[in-house]
């Protein structure tokens, strides 16, 4: 009963906002952390994020609990003491690309692209930039990026029991493709 | 409702609020829709409240082993060195099958006991698309003495050395810090020293524990013996056990105090007789360690959970 309504609401205001909107609910977002003890690495694949292709405006929310890692164990680790995602089950990003203009969404091709707003994660609000593609090939859109995020800035804290298990600073990429919300 | 109007507010107002407010208002309400349901994980650091087994079981794919030490009574004072001079230990090794299911055997030098143990998740709380407020757990268990017989002049049976045990364990994560879990249980011996013992036992248990940082929780447990005025309610103690979890990469340290002996349930449930009061406390510790056998079970779990 609600469910069409929203997305009948969704798609009015997607209709009033911009018909410039893309979106994707399977993006893939994923980090690694290397020491020389270990390396460790998850995936999400469900991160939600959509793309103004008209103003550049740009969101993403990730849950936590969507993070897959190899090892069961760093997974329940990750999940209670790291990210807390009972508490903090989500993380959202909501920027601006800044050189929007520069992007032919109709023309084949790799443009680079320069992002900067404010990450939430963990309870945390930090403002962020980092450089990242917009890849147009036959009327598929796809963003990329590579980022660096230092567990600190964000209140985590690690345990000086595997400080040398876990990096202080991951790599965190992105890569989503997005399909157009009314097509 | 009240997302809906706000939603209707949103398409009303769009172009006056800011339109990166906005894309997110859209994704968020987008995941709304989408809402899996989530399982309630680490409800206890790992598959021990402290003696008594936990709702957990190893995740799948992963062999759990556990080393268990109890030391003698406190009160044996400096001569004994506080119980330390006195060691018991139970080696034991559980494999998670699958998201529900979780098989272990072990061995304890008290009474020379093997045993073995079938848990199985009945009931897994969740939030989101499917709300559960309980786990439950089923345990079956059963212990095989092997100590020589006391007489061997006389008709020895095998069935003799058995004894079985039965929990239901109902226990519920309240919040990142607090988790309860109730525990009724039955303890049954096939063989009892006098004829005036019971060969039935029934207990009800109940733990918690108490995470006092990201790495640290307080756990308790306590077993009381059933029904009062029973032989084993007024010949023995009610089993009372408290530590600490401490979590390392892969190993938990539970470090306890108890007034039970064995670590297995016919033992610390029926056969506790120390007394707190009169300082007969055993330290103790289970070194909990983990170790991936299959990755890919653990994948596909994840996979069975939508993620």
């Known amino acids: ?183 | 409702m009240k997302r809906i109007c706000v939603l209707l507010l949103c398409c009303l107002l769009g172009s006056r609020l800011s339109a990166q407010d906005d894309l997110l208002a859209m994704l968020d309400s987008l995941q709304e829709t989408d809402q899996k349901r989530e399982f309630t994980h680490s409800t206890f650091k790992t598959v021990r409240v402290v003696n008594a087994h936990s709702i957990e079981i190893p995740a799948p794919g992963v062999l759990q082993m556990a080393i268990s030490h109890r030391f003698g009574r406190l009160n044996g004072g400096f001569y004994e060195f506080f119980g330390l001079d006195q060691a018991n230990m139970r080696m034991g090794f559980e494999y998670g099958l699958n998201n529900h299911l979780c098989l272990g055997v072990g061995r304890s030098n008290v009474r020379k006991t093997y045993d073995g143990f079938v848990k199985l998740k009945l009931m897994r709380q969740s939030s989101g698309k499917v709300r559960m407020p309980f786990t439950i757990v089923a345990l079956s268990g059963m212990g095989v003495n092997t100590l020589r017989w006391a007489d061997p002049d006389r008709p020895n049976y095998f069935t003799s050395r058995l004894s079985y045990w039965h929990q239901l364990m109902i226990a519920r994560k309240f919040n990142s810090r607090l988790s309860l879990q109730f525990m009724p249980t039955m303890v049954h011996r096939n063989l009892v020293a006098t004829r005036r013992e019971d060969n039935d036992v029934f207990a009800l248990g109940a733990g918690g524990r108490y995470r006092l940082t990201g790495s640290m929780t307080l756990n308790a447990e306590y077993f009381f013996l059933l029904p009062t005025g029973s032989h084993t309610a007024n010949n023995y103690q009610n089993s009372l056990s408290v530590g600490v979890d401490l979590e390392t990469g892969g190993h938990v340290f539970q470090l306890m105090l108890t007034n039970s002996l064995g670590m297995t349930e016919n033992l610390f449930v029926a056969e506790t007789d120390g007394d707190w009061l009169q300082g007969d406390i055993h330290f103790g510790f289970n070194l909990m360690r983990v170790f991936t056998v299959s990755e890919q079970a653990h994948a596909r779990a994840q996979k069975a959970e939508g993620w």
């Open chain 1, 1 to 183: 009963m609600k469910k069409p309504l929203i997305l009948a609401l969704l798609l009015l205001a997607a209709g009033i906002l911009s018909a410039q909107t893309i979106s994707t609910r399977t993006g893939h977002i994923w980090f690694f952390s290397s020491t020389p003890l270990e390396n460790i690495e998850a995936h999400n694949n469900q991160a939600a994020a959509n793309l103004n292709t008209q103003t550049g405006d740009m969101a993403f929310i990730v849950l936590m609990n969507g993070f897959q890692f190899e090892k069961a164990e760093m997974q329940k680790h990750f999940q209670e003491k790291y990210a807390e995602s009972e508490k903090y089950p989500k993380s959202t990003f909501s920027g601006k690309i800044s050189n929007i203009g520069s992007v032919n969404f109709r023309k084949n091709g790799t443009y680079p692209v320069q992002v900067s707003g404010t990450m939430d994660l963990h309870g945390v609000k930090k403002p962020v930039s980092a450089n990242g593609s917009i890849i147009v090939l036959d009327g598929k859109i796809r963003a990329t990026s590579k980022f660096q995020l230092a567990t600190a800035d964000y209140n985590i804290s690690i345990p000086a029991a595997v400080r040398d298990n876990i990096a202080k600073t991951l790599d965190v990429n992105v890569d989503v493709t997005y399909s157009p919300l009314n097509p």
